[in-house]
């Protein structure tokens, strides 16, 4: 799998891409309290699905293996696709969100979950409209939860863990709902709360590790293509 300028950079250079596609993975039974768990950092989702943490090693395995970086892709609005890859290079792993414009040009960071953080990738409006968009392979519920790791957003509304817990039920999470949803719209361990405001009819994070910043390494037209490709409604969030 080839995501475009997402692999430049690295030291030595990786010369064949380890990037697989994720797909089969996230049919799997044990799929979403594995990737709650880990990436959401959402310690009590095992359980909230009737699942013994020590049955998640093989899946987490695979989440990990050096050697095959899988790879969980949404279409979004037009060509453009929203990429969460595991990204297993030695001694520099992490979990990257990256927008694959579907133009030829190369991707764009949007989060990075590590020891150096980067992010929050999205405001709470964005990802409720993004979970919306049009997929033939994934639900609203699967959407909502692939995007909420990455979202911080000090302006959402009350009823976000209502929704959330909703998206858990209805992905097969029995107990403790409110719970796995407090834990995921409450991840310490990267975000602090974050505000996001329009600039120039562009909504950018107030934050200090977003890329997602007026000013910041990402240019005017790349901040406009992730507007136009998460489409949220500007009247929903706080300016």
């Not at 293996?65 to 696709?81: A, K, M, T, Y």
């Not at 709902?177 to 990267?190: A, F, M």
């Amino acid at each position: 799998m080839i995501i475009l300028g997402y692999l430049d950079g690295y030291e030595p250079p990786i010369l064949r891409s380890p990037l697989v596609d994720g797909s089969d993975v996230m049919s799997h039974a044990l799929f979403w309290p594995a990737f709650l768990a880990t990436v959401g950092g959402a310690a009590s989702a095992p359980d909230a699905f009737d699942i013994d943490p020590a049955d998640l090693e093989q899946i987490v395995d695979v989440f990990l293996d050096p050697h095959r970086w899988p790879v969980f892709s949404l279409p979004l609005s037009g060509p453009c696709r929203l990429h969460v890859i595991m990204r297993n290079f030695e001694d520099e792993g992490g979990v990257d969100y990256v927008l694959d414009p579907g133009t030829g040009n190369a991707s764009i960071p949007l989060a990075a979950m590590e020891g150096h953080f980067r992010g929050p990738a999205f405001a709470w409006p964005e990802v409720v409209a993004a979970a919306h968009q049009p997929d033939p392979d994934h639900t609203p519920a699967e959407r909502l939860l692939l995007l909420v790791p990455a979202c911080a957003d000090s302006n959402r509304p009350n009823e976000a863990v209502d929704l959330v817990a909703e998206a858990l039920a209805t992905l097969g999470a029995r107990s403790d709902l409110g719970q796995v949803s407090e834990e995921l719209l409450n991840n310490r361990r990267y975000w602090a709360p974050c505000r996001w405001t329009y600039v120039d009819d562009v909504l950018v994070g107030l934050g200090p590790h977003t890329y997602r910043r007026h000013g910041g390494e990402l240019s005017p037209e790349q901040l406009h293509l992730i507007a136009a490709t998460l489409q949220p409604a500007q009247n929903a969030v706080h300016r």
